[in-house]
């Protein structure tokens, strides 16, 4: 099982990013997917996770300002970051579980992608 992720980047607060993860090894229509995030000496924060059914949640955090959507058909999940602000600078990781009915516990994806990098200055 891969995950890539892709899409970081160096933006002005206020500005936008699009983050892609990509999987291949599963049958990724099984599974959900969820995006986390870690800032330097902290710990790894859920940001947003889509269901199999594509039911979407959201950190309190990421509410309003970010989307997360799927396309199974390409294997990827996508996430779509608008109003940024620099606390929201962050290493990125997508996650992959079997999971139906928890999504914002990191212990309840079996699969993690590389992380990429978030860097929103002020």
């Known amino acids: 099982v891969q995950l890539q992720a892709s899409g970081g980047g160096l933006v002005q607060a206020g500005g936008s990013l699009g983050l892609s993860c990509v999987a291949s090894?599963?049958?990724?229509?099984?599974?959900?997917v969820g995006w986390f995030r870690q800032a330097p000496g902290k710990e790894r924060e859920f940001v947003a996770a889509i269901s199999v059914r594509t039911s979407t949640y959201y950190a309190e955090s990421a509410k309003g300002r970010f989307t997360i959507s799927r396309d199974n058909a390409k294997d990827t999940v996508y996430l779509q970051m608008n109003v940024l602000k620099p606390e929201d600078t962050a290493v990125y990781l997508c996650a992959a579980g079997l999971t139906y009915n928890v999504y914002g516990v990191p212990a309840k994806y079996d699969s993690w992608g590389q992380g990429t990098l978030v860097t929103v200055s002020s």
């Open positions: 090894g599963l049958s990724f229509s099984m599974y959900s």
